[in-house]
């Protein structure tokens, strides 16, 4: 067990995740997600397509890039996965916690790559996006690989069902019973992102107009 990874999946990591829900408040709020059933669905969606198609693919290839200190390719990975994101509010916030993580870690954990990545955001030649600072702290904190794409996924899905649990009428039981659905199928999901080993790809519309409508609404709990 790695202590390490244990603190940067720690939902009180500093990166203020608590302020998105990704779509989600726009969601209960038209009655797309109004009961359990439907929260499945959702929590579906964003592991099949928006984890496994999208960021779990990045941090498998940035894990890489960052542990070889491969810079080019990282930037053009980071620059890939902003205009793979439609919504200005979902590229912004995906960007505010990736700089968070990386500074904080550099902070906790100070490493010369981890030094030149925040030089390289500073210098605005990347974000960078959530799922590539993650990568960053895993690789230099000496987190495996295939270690490191499925703690991402737990905590893209814990933080959704945070904000499920702050926006409609489910308890904390049957909340995480559904974290704990979607975390077993984690391990498949890994599996097709190692075996197909692509560049990410995004094709969720549902979600991505959920996040753009997200600005419209009357109140808020979110951000986005």
Do not use: K
Not at 109 to 122: F, G, I, K
Not at 164 to 170: E, S, V
Not at 178 to 183: K, Q, V
């Amino acid at each position: 067990m790695n202590l390490s990874l244990l603190h940067l999946c720690d939902s009180l990591f500093p990166i203020g995740g608590f302020a998105y829900s990704d779509g989600l408040e726009s969601a209960t709020s038209e009655g797309t997600v109004a009961d359990a059933d439907a929260l499945r669905d959702w929590l579906d969606v964003c592991l099949d397509h928006t984890y496994g198609r999208l960021e779990g693919p990045a941090v498998w290839r940035a894990w890489t890039a960052f542990r070889d200190a491969q810079w080019d390719a990282l930037e053009a990975l980071d620059e890939e996965l902003t205009a793979l994101r439609p919504s200005s509010s979902a590229r912004r916030s995906s960007r505010a916690m990736g700089l968070r993580l990386l500074t904080t870690w550099q902070t906790l954990h100070p490493d010369a790559r981890l030094e030149h990545a925040a030089t390289l955001a500073r210098n605005g030649r990347m974000g960078p996006v959530l799922p590539i600072a993650f990568a960053c702290a895993c690789a230099s904190t000496g987190i495996e690989r295939r270690q490191s794409v499925e703690a991402f996924a737990y905590t893209r899905l814990s933080a959704t069902v945070s904000a499920a649990m702050r926006l409609m009428p489910i308890g904390q039981t049957d909340a995480h019973a559904l974290l704990a659905r979607a975390l077993d199928r984690v391990p498949a999901v890994v599996d097709a992102i190692v075996d197909r080993d692509a560049s990410p790809e995004s094709f969720t519309p549902a979600l991505d107009v959920a996040v753009m409508t997200q600005q419209y609404l009357h109140s808020r709990l979110f951000r986005s």
